[in-house]
């Protein structure tokens, strides 16, 4: 199983970014993918979750929206960027559904992409 993340950058307080993240050997119909952020000196921090169903951390407040393509690629658009949002973002992965309590932890996956770096300054 593999876990390609894609799409961080720079990008100005107020703006979007569109993150994905590529899988293979994995079927993500069966399974739940998730995004989790991280910035230096702090844990991991779970961002949003897809299984049968889309799940966002408190935090995301309908600025970030989910979605998946043909059943490799899951998407993360992210508007209203504010600096807090700076981090390096995660896709995770694991083989089946996950209940919710599950999906907010990290320990809970099995496969991690490498990160993608987001930074929203001016």
């Known amino acids: 199983v593999q876990l390609q993340a894609s799409g961080g950058g720079l990008v100005q307080p107020g703006g979007s970014l569109k993150l994905s993240c590529a899988v293979s050997g994995l079927a993500l119909s069966r399974g739940t993918l998730a995004w989790f952020r991280q910035v230096p000196g702090k844990a991991r921090e779970f961002v949003s979750a897809?299984?049968?169903?889309s799940f966002y951390a408190d935090f995301v407040k309908s600025r970030f929206v989910s979605s998946r393509d043909l059943n490799s690629t899951q998407h993360l658009y992210m508007s209203r960027l504010q600096p807090d949002d700076t981090a390096v973002y995660y896709c995770a992965a694991y083989p089946s559904w996950l209940t919710r309590t599950q999906m907010t932890s990290s320990a809970s996956y099995r496969y991690w992409g490498q990160g993608t770096l987001v930074t929203v300054s001016s």
């Open positions: 897809w299984s049968d169903s």
